[in-house]
């Protein structure tokens, strides 16, 4: 399907979602998600999800809503791709933490569509892809130091 020509609606929307991201507890919530949440297992991430009233599940599952909702936007032709590539990145960061469990935990969730929104935001696009690979490359490579200097 070809790019959709961005339009000042376009750059409108994509301002009003960074002032949504911008929102104090949207802001704990991305910096917890990007910055701290790096699951080793399905289980991990299962405990999270189940882990309902505490911080960490509320900052997960409000910053994959806001993604799935911004992924929405894209896939359905309301929002252009190349602006939203343009100008975020960080769903590629927790969706390329999350890739590795998606089979499982939506198995285990019993919610097939989870995380569908934004997989197909991703992985539908060359530029999707190449920016997941450097993603999941960084995210690896911040892994192991983590568990060096842990050990």
């Known amino acids: 399907m070809p790019a959709k020509k ?8 994509i301002l009003e979602l ?5 929102e104090p ?6 910096d917890w998600c990007t910055q701290q949440f790096f699951p ?3 289980d991990e991430v299962m405990k999270l999800l189940f882990d309902i009233g505490s911080d960490h599940n509320r900052y997960l599952r409000q910053f994959l809503s806001y993604y799935e909702m911004v992924a929405s936007f894209v896939n359905r032709g309301v929002l252009s791709r190349d602006l939203l590539e343009d100008s975020v990145h960080e769903h590629m960061n927790v ?3 999350l890739k590795p469990y998606l089979k499982d935990l939506r198995e285990a969730t019993g919610f097939p569509e989870f995380l569908q929104l934004t997989e197909r935001l991703i992985e539908q696009s060359s530029t999707g892809r190449r920016r997941m690979a450097i993603m999941q490359k960084r995210i690896a490579e911040r892994m192991a130091a983590a568990k060096k200097a842990g050990a």
Do not use: G, H, N
């Not at 960074?18 to 911008?22: F, G, K, Q, S, T």
């Open 18 to 22: 960074y002032e949504l991201r911008r």
């Open 6 to 13: 961005p339009t000042v609606a376009d750059a409108q929307l």
């Open 40 to 42: 080793s297992s399905r």
């Open 25 to 30: 507890e949207m802001r704990k919530a991305r």
């Open 95 to 97: 969706y390329a933490k």
